[in-house]
């Protein structure tokens, strides 16, 4: 799982501004990652994690997006698990943030789908309900095999929301049940990238990454013009600068 490890890092980094988004983002990691236990009559909320900065963002939103203290626990590796998990862990406020993140109905009741106000949400909503769901349960297959990405989902109601929220973006995602559990797949590798880390990344910066592309595109034609000999010095000096704005793009914030 080392690429879905890299690719949780830096999708960790990308800036999610908006309030709704940050929100939905949160809720949707909580439903995904998460576990409402009743100790005392009281709800304490537990989300367990794969990725160190994925429990930092976590950590982060829930402070500054719903106003609650929360505790990180780290548990060493053990048993079929090879790396650390990281446990967030809302105690105080449990029950006020259950029921801001739409966990639970206005009876009390655990929602058994996703929250409300990410099912009813924008488009903006549909891309931060998938960032959170791929942090939360998420995985990439390895580079060699065909390219699909897995959501293992808590239940089939919110299988089925991740595919309309999919569909919502133009994405096709499927709905599987594997054994009794339930995964939504994405195929096609742009459509994972679209789905998961472009997406606000590159409405943010348009104008630059057009710009790039006019530049690369006015490069190759000289490298081409000069009979070839310039795309020696063109590819590579591209290929460089590309993956250079590639990382600026999504590490910054
Ligand atoms: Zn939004």
């Known amino acids: 799982m080392a690429m879905t490890g890299v690719v949780k890092d830096e999708l960790s980094r990308v800036p999610a501004v908006k309030p709704c988004c940050r929100k939905t983002e949160v809720s949707t990691l909580l439903r ?28 982060a939103s829930i402070a500054e997006v719903f106003g609650h203290t929360s505790e990180l626990l780290v548990l060493a590796p053990g048993g079929l698990r090879r790396g650390n998990r990281y446990v967030v862990r809302v105690s105080k406020g449990g029950d006020s943030l259950a029921r801001q993140a739409g966990l639970i109905d206005s009876f009390g009741r ?36 065909s390219m699909s990405l897995e959501l293992t989902c808590p239940g089939p109601e919110a299988a089925l929301a991740m595919v309309g929220a999919a569909r919502r973006l133009r994405i096709a995602a499927k709905a599987r049940d594997v054994r009794g559990v339930d995964r939504v797949v994405v195929r096609d590798g742009d459509a994972i990238s679209a789905i998961i880390l472009s997406a606000d990344a590159v409405r943010q910066n348009f104008w630059p990454m057009l710009l790039w592309a006019f530049l690369i595109a006015l490069f190759t034609a000289v490298g081409i013009g000069t009979l070839y000999v310039g795309l020696i010095v063109t590819f590579p000096l591209i290929g460089h600068a590309t993956w250079h704005a590639y990382r600026d793009l999504v590490a910054e914030a």
């Open 32 to 59: 995904f990652a998460g576990g409402l236990n009743l100790t005392a009559g009281r709800i304490v909320i537990e989300a367990e994690l794969d990725t160190g900065a994925v429990a930092r963002r976590l950590r």
């Open 110 to 145: 655990p929602v058994r789908g996703l929250p409300r106000q990410v099912v009813s949400g924008g488009i903006c909503d549909c891309e931060a309900a998938w960032r959170g769901a791929f942090l939360a349960h998420g995985s990439l297959t390895e580079p060699g095999r």
